[in-house]
C-alpha cells in the first residue's frame, strides 16, 4: 500500500472555533472526522449569502478555508478507511 502525503493547510478561518470544531463518528468500527454542526451551520451560512450577495473579502477566504479542512478531513478519512481495509484483508 503506498500513502500519499499529508497535504498541507495553508491557514484556519478566523471564525473556526479551535475547540469543537470536528467530531468523530464511527462508521463499521473506523473513526470518521467530520465538522461540528456549528462549522457545518456557518459554511451553510456563507454559501446561502455567497448565492442571493456578493462576499466580502474576509468571507470569501473564510469559505475558502473552509473547503481546505473539508478537503484534508476527507483525505485523513480516506487514508484511515484504506489502512483499514488494508488491515482487515492482511488479518483475513
Known amino acids: 500500500m503506498t500513502i500519499s502525503p499529508l497535504p498541507k493547510l495553508n491557514s484556519f478561518p ?3 472555533p479551535l ?4 467530531r468523530m463518528e464511527l462508521v463499521e468500527g473506523v473513526p470518521i472526522f467530520r465538522a461540528t454542526s456549528d ?3 456557518r459554511i451553510e451560512a456563507l454559501l446561502i449569502k455567497q448565492q442571493e450577495f456578493t ?16 478537503d484534508y478531513l476527507r483525505f485523513v478519512n480516506r487514508m484511515v478507511r484504506n489502512i483499514s481495509i488494508s488491515q482487515s484483508e492482511s488479518d483475513a
Do not use: H, K, M, S
Open 14 to 16: 478566523r471564525n473556526l
Open 19 to 22: 475547540d469543537g470544531a470536528v
Open 39 to 41: 462549522v457545518q451551520n
Open 55 to 70: 462576499l466580502d473579502l474576509a468571507e470569501e477566504e473564510e469559505l475558502d478555508c473552509y473547503e481546505e479542512i473539508d
